[in-house]
């Protein structure tokens, strides 16, 4: 028998060699609302948190690792991106991320400044009409995939891919910045296309 691996979905997982630990003592210092999502825990008020001038290196490492990752791994030609937000988030005991993609983004990603509750990516792929109990997953069958956060682990993943995170139930703050990735200039071919700037 001859099996063909079909469709399979990529993110990327890199350790910010830039990140270190006063970032989170930054973070802190900005002020942050309840979020709009029940339960969700906080956001920060301020939507452009990589621009401080603290961040400017994770910053500059966060947009060579996203280049990397469009041009060799997503295979696209995109000349210049930008971060278009950025946010942190903070999650107290019972506090979740409820299941959601990016909007208005083109690849995001999500910056870990402490250990917490994992990321659950789900798959995109439908269930079969007829679905019999799994004994064991494999990577085919897999609803999902978790991301354990680690300070200065930057995730990177297309923007519509579905992802939340499961109730908190540790006694510790969970913290992360959330961020969205454009692509700048002329896109697409000449009956779609958009100029970004
Ligand atoms: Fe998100």
Redesign the pocket.
Known sequence: MKTVTLFPSILAKHHLSNYSDNLLDVVKSESFSPSHNNNGGYSHDNTNILDLKEFKAVKKEILITAKDFIKNHLGHEVKKIKISGSWANKLQKNNL?PL???INSYV?G?LYLSKGTP?EFHTPVKPTPIFPMIKKHTKYTAPSYSVKPKKGLCVLFPANFM?SVASSQEDQERYSI?FNIVPLGKIGFPTANITIV
């Open positions: 991320v959601h993609y990016h995001s999500v990321i992802h959330g």
